[in-house]
Structures are given as C-alpha cells and as structure tokens.
C-alpha cells in the first residue's frame, strides 16, 4: 500500500515550457486535491476533485489545469510556466462519505521555473 | 485575507516541557479543525482534529483545545520529545465544504 504518489520529485523548467505533474492513490478515496507551499504562505489549495471527471477551482487556480480521468490518478498541468510557479506542489487524497476523514498527502514535487 | 493564522512562525522547547502551538480563525463557519505535522521533505500527516461541537480532543500526548467565542484553538504536546520537532500546521474547514484552509505553520523545535 503505497498511499498517495507524486511524480516526478524534481523539475526545473524553463519560463514558457509545460508539464504535468501526476498524483496516483491506491487507497479508493474519492477526493483529491492540488495545493502549493510556498514559505511564509502555509498550503493553498489549487485545484480539487470530489469524484472521477469532476474538478473545481481551489484559491490558486490561475495558471494551472487538471483532469482527473480515472478515479486513482490527479493530473495538474503548467501550460506556460512562469517563475511565479517555482513552489512545492502536495498532493492529497481522502475518503468521500463522513465529510471528517482526514487528507492524506504525497511526499511532494519541488519546481523550480528560470 | 488569511482566515487560518497562526502567528509564531517558530517555537523552540525544552525536551519534557509543554508545547502550546496557538492558531486563529475568522470565518465564524468553520466548524472542523484540524492540526497537520510535517517534517523536511516530506508531506504533511495528519496529527489530531477537533469538531466544533467539542471543546477538547485528547490523543496521547497531543491535546487540542478549542474556545469558539475567541476563534482560537490551541495544539499541547506534553512531554515535548525530539521527534516532534517539525512544522506544524492548523486547518479548518465548514460544512458542507469539501475543502480545508491551512494556517501558515509554526516551526517547532525541540531541544535536548
């Protein structure tokens, strides 16, 4: 049981390049959610997901997009990177039902944008 | 507007003493708390909640207390131990929505 998986653990991009950051769960939670660290600033919520082909707009969407084509994965995607995306990104996931169950984090993608 | 502060970036503590990590809240619908711990390079885990409907929630050496006419809950780690060295981050969420607002974070550090 591997929890909740983040690929890659490491990226620098160029300003203007694109990629995309791939959240994978194996424990059946429904819910999954995008957030970025930034120092001084806690953990914002980008993007969100409350079932497979579901998304919805966090308090950071600008910038980002992110499909949830199958109920394991959570993809979000830089289509132009700017240097203001230079963040660690967390992943999460939880279990639908008791709105009370507690999200369980990936171990993180550090990005850096020059 | 941040609606989850928590204004001790840091906290240093002797090994054995009580640790009291403090968090505010604004938005009078919160009504479930939540306290995250991360260490370096790593993702944050879960710690210890609290429903609104309570004002006290034990778990071992962690206790979080919650006084909803203040807006205020606070995280108490007693005895401190070296592992616990970490930041810690408060959290709160309100009916109905599916999503949580994070504090800031504190920088405990525990010292032998």
């Known amino acids: 049981n591997a929890g909740v998986t983040q690929t890659p653990k490491f990226r620098v991009l160029k300003t203007g390049q694109s990629m995309t950051l791939l959240c994978a769960q194996d424990m059946n939670h429904e819910y999954m959610y995008w957030y970025r660290q930034d120092p001084g600033m806690g953990l914002r919520l980008i993007h969100y997901?409350?079932?497979?082909?579901?998304?919805a707009k966090g308090e950071v969407p600008d910038g980002y997009n992110v499909s949830r084509l199958k109920k394991q994965n959570f993809l979000l995607g830089l289509e132009s990177a700017a240097p203001s995306q230079t963040s660690v990104y967390f992943c999460?996931?939880?279990?639908?039902?008791?709105?009370?169950?507690?999200?369980?984090f990936g171990p993180g993608t550090r990005l850096t944008v020059l | 507007d941040q609606q989850v502060k928590q204004n001790s970036p840091s906290l240093s503590v002797q090994e054995g003493r009580i640790s009291i990590l403090n968090c505010d809240y604004t938005n009078s619908m919160f009504d479930y708390f939540l306290w995250y711990k991360k260490y370096p390079a790593e993702g944050p885990t879960f710690l210890i909640s609290i429903s609104s409907i309570k004002d006290k929630n034990e778990d071992g050496r962690f206790t979080v207390f919650l006084n909803k006419s203040a807006k205020h809950l606070s995280l108490h780690i007693v005895p401190s131990q070296p592992g616990d060295s970490a930041v810690y981050f408060c959290?709160?969420?309100?009916?109905?929505?599916?999503?949580?607002?994070f504090g800031t974070g504190t920088r405990l550090t525990i010292i032998p």
């Open positions: 999460a996931s939880r279990k639908g039902g008791a709105r009370y169950n507690e999200q369980f």
């Open positions: 997901s409350v079932g497979e082909g579901t998304t």
């Open positions: 959290a709160a969420s309100d009916f109905g929505n599916e999503k949580l607002t």
